[in-house]
């Protein structure tokens, strides 16, 4: 057995072979400035590509790499979650294995740790090889979270971070199924702080997150720390009851004073197809979140493993 790990490395993978031996490579030649033990668990969310042979292979010749392999794709969220709770280190990062999260910033982030700092996240000042539209709805994303809801995550940061074993701990302890990762390590608090870095252009391959997932992911933020959503149909509804009471004096005196005034019907169509839209959409958002909690009701395990390292206690 090797000894236990003073840092853990938690990198997702979803069909990266295009990128496994380089991201591989760069981690190790950063860990091994540290001159501490380290581990790297690469954490299979149900590749297809022929990845999950080629985390095996890392393993086989070099005892550091951990594989745990999911039995299906369960998503990125998940599989961090899986890498959380399976790291023995007194430090646990976060990385993509894409490489667009630069290895080499982990020792900027040890530094800070080593500074007493038990979280430490990075911040994108640049982003290199996105497309405009990923910019914009990042953008728009960052700043609604931040608006909408009552923990205050950075701007511009995803889940490239350092928690130190006390905040890994506590965040194994929240099972939520819908989770956000990111807005969980600012929730429990502790002494945070950021490092600059330049996100990258991805190594190999292209973008797991289509929009369809980027649309679902944003959604379990909002949900997951933020009931403004539900709150947004009361708003309407005061909104239009307070104008449709100060309408009917309104109305009434137009009716007496023009005898010509609301002859027609497209007037009043127009209101109730409008207040049924506005239902609708209430009671889509309702769906969301009793669907959520349907989903935790449930209680179902958050990822099942196919192969993994024993667990910590
Ligand atoms: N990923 C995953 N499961 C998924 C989708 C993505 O484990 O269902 C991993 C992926 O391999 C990568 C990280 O999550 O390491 C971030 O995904 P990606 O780079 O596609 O997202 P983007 O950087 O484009 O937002
Ligand atoms: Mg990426």
Do not use: C
Not at 57 to 71: C, Q, S, T, W
Not at 80 to 105: C, N, W
Not at 131 to 153: C, M, P
Not at 183 to 207: D, E, I, L, N, P
């Amino acid at each position: 057995m090797t000894q236990t790990p003073v840092f853990s490395i938690v990198a997702p993978i979803y069909n990266e072979i295009g990128n496994l031996p380089e991201f591989y490579r760069r981690v190790k030649v950063s860990l091994e400035q540290t001159s501490e033990a380290w581990e790297l668990l690469l954490v299979d969310d149900g590749s297809t590509d022929g990845s999950t042979d080629m985390i095996r292979e890392l393993a086989a010749g070099d005892p550091r790499v951990k594989p745990v392999i999911f039995a299906r794709n369960f998503g990125h969220q998940l599989a961090v979650t899986a890498g959380l709770d399976y790291a023995r280190g007194q430090a646990v990062v976060i990385i993509d294995s894409d490489l667009q999260d630069p290895p080499e910033v982990i020792l900027d982030m040890i530094a800070k740790w080593r500074e007493g700092y038990e979280v430490v996240y990075a911040v994108r000042s640049e982003r290199e090889g996105e497309t405009w539209f990923k910019l914009f709805t990042a953008s728009v994303f960052y700043r609604l979270i931040y608006r909408i809801t009552d923990v205050d995550i950075p701007m511009d940061t995803g889940d490239f971070r350092l928690l130190d074993r006390k905040v890994a701990d506590v965040m194994r302890q929240m099972r939520e199924r819908h989770r956000f990762l990111r807005g969980m390590s600012v929730w429990v608090g502790f002494k945070q702080t950021g490092v600059q870095y330049k996100r990258a252009a991805r190594f190999s391959g292209s973008t797991k997150y289509p929009f369809k997932k980027m649309l679902r992911f944003a959604s379990d933020a909002i949900t997951s720390f933020s009931y403004f959503p539900l709150q947004v149909a009361t708003y309407i509804g005061f909104i239009a009851a307070g104008g449709s009471i100060l309408a009917i004096p309104v109305v009434i005196l137009l009716r007496v004073l023009v005898s010509k005034a609301f002859l027609g019907q497209a007037s009043t169509l127009i209101a109730v197809l409008f207040l049924g839209g506005v239902q609708l959409i209430s009671l889509g958002i309702l769906g969301e979140y009793i669907g959520r909690l349907y989903d935790e009701a449930k209680g179902r395990p958050l990822y099942i493993v196919r192969e993994a390292p024993p667990k910590p206690e």
